[in-house]
């Protein structure tokens, strides 16, 4: 496996960040019954990314919380027999919100179907919309994002990554794909 092109930088991921930001409180007509919820791992941190570009545009806070999905996976066996379980921290109501769901990549929609599952265990939101830093398709599920960075083609064989600062050490997004 080897990178095949960087895709964003950390002023593109700072700029995406800053414009879904734009785009969610338009949406929502501001940060009334609002709510982000990150998808852990790097989903959490661009959660809280978001709630900061939020409150310095509209100089209001809203509720960001931290989902694991690990024991909703429609492939939790074919992961590993000891999978890897993480805390989820959301301690706040999401009755009748505005829930936000943040992931890093959007790919087969099956991460996704997880999180609703997971999600719908602490509470019945108003409405759940989907915040991704990058889209790259092949949709095995009838899910699509609200709210997306970047849309960015891929191949079956290549994957994106993205790395965050508070993970990584620096923030880039990188398309990577096995040597022909």
């Given amino acids: 496996m080897r990178e095949k092109a960087k895709i964003l930088d950390k ?3 700072n700029r995406a960040v ?16 609002l709510c ?12 809280q990314r978001l709630a900061d570009a939020i409150r310095k545009i509209d100089n209001a806070g809203v509720p960001v919380g931290a989902l694991d999905i ?3 996976r429609d492939d939790l066996t074919l992961i590993s027999t000891q999978p890897l379980v993480r805390k989820t921290e959301i301690d706040f109501d999401i009755t009748d919100k505005n829930v936000v769901l943040v992931d890093d990549v959007l790919y087969t929609g099956r991460t ?4 609703l599952d997971a999600l719908i265990d602490f509470g019945r939101p108003r409405s759940i919309q ?5 889209d790259r398709g092949h949709r095995e599920l009838p ?3 609200d709210y997306a960075g970047k849309n960015i083609p891929t191949a079956n064989n290549e994957t994106v990554d993205v790395r965050l600062e508070e993970v990584d050490g620096r923030d880039e997004a990188v398309i990577v794909g096995k040597d022909e």
């Fill in 130 to 134: 989907l915040a991704v830093l990058i």
């Fill in 36 to 47: 982000l919820i990150g998808i852990r791992n790097r989903g959490a941190f661009l959660a």
């Fill in 112 to 115: 996704i179907r997880a999180a």
């Fill in 11 to 13: 002023e593109s991921i």
């Fill in 18 to 33: 800053m414009r879904i930001a734009h785009e969610i409180l338009e949406k929502n007509k501001g940060t009334q019954d």
């Fill in 143 to 145: 899910i699509r994002a």
């Fill in 70 to 72: 690990t024991l909703y």
